[in-house]
């Protein structure tokens, strides 16, 4: 079957650095997406990684192995608003999206 | 950026009745929209894949006659639930992908800001 695994909770300190992962098994891989969801609201698009590496965007960045089906997103220096879930998703052989079930992440002053 | 939007936003409605949700795409034209469902703290769950001008594509376990889909032009999707039941009760949320003709794969999906549905 498909799966996509991320851990439940995360917490971390303001001004700080963490690392979000996700490891999946699915059939096929065209693309592993990074979606931010705040509590009652739609997610919202952070990242999508196709090719192996690392993919900076601001203070947020994603990295992919796909010969280990696994992806990170790093988040830098952390703000209060960056309290959220965070969505790992993958794009199978049919483009059809598997979705991790979210990691929430608190951050602390 | 694309826009997507939802109505209503909030519902709340009776067991028995039935409860029409709409997805517009605003600012491009989506041959394809996806219908999502999300319980309290869990993954978004896909219920099916509305195309333009044929029948919606359902996911296993997804009732069809439950949850109808009519998907009338290139920028309006809607999902009706049908004899609304409290474990009905969820946060609905449709996606549009802007693909150009014969284009089977674009990896921008825009969400609209959801639906929450209350059935008391």
């Known amino acids: 079957g498909q799966n996509i695994d991320q851990p439940t909770e995360m917490t971390a300190t303001e001004g700080a650095i963490v690392q979000i992962n996700c490891t999946y098994q699915t059939s096929g891989f065209n693309g592993l997406f990074w979606y931010q969801q705040h509590a009652g609201e739609a997610p919202t698009f952070l990242s999508y990684n196709v090719l192996d590496g690392l993919e900076e965007k601001g203070r947020f960045s994603s990295f992919l192995s796909r010969s280990k089906g696994y992806s990170y997103l790093l988040l830098k220096e952390l703000q209060m608003k960056d309290s959220a879930s965070y969505l790992c998703?993958?794009?199978?052989?049919?483009?059809?999206?598997?979705w991790g079930a979210g990691t929430k992440l608190i951050i602390k002053p | 950026g694309a826009v997507v939007s939802q109505h209503p936003s909030r519902v709340i409605c009776k067991s028995g009745t039935s409860v029409k949700i709409e997805c517009r795409s605003l600012d491009f034209q989506a041959t394809t929209m996806f219908w999502y469902r999300q319980f309290p703290k869990q993954s978004l769950m896909l219920m099916a894949t509305?195309?333009?001008?044929?029948?919606?594509?359902?996911e296993q376990g997804v009732e069809k006659d439950k949850f109808l889909i009519n998907h009338a032009s290139l920028t309006l999707s809607t999902l009706t639930v049908t004899s609304a039941h409290p474990e009905d009760s969820s946060f609905y949320i449709c996606?549009?992908?802007?693909?150009?003709?014969?284009?089977?794969?674009?990896?921008?999906?825009?969400f609209g800001p959801g639906t929450r549905l209350t059935v008391t």
């Open positions: 996606s549009a992908t802007p693909l150009e003709a014969g284009q089977s794969f674009s990896y921008e999906q825009y």
């Open positions: 509305s195309n333009e001008g044929s029948k919606a594509t359902y």
């Open positions: 998703a993958v794009m199978d052989s049919n483009y059809q999206l598997i």
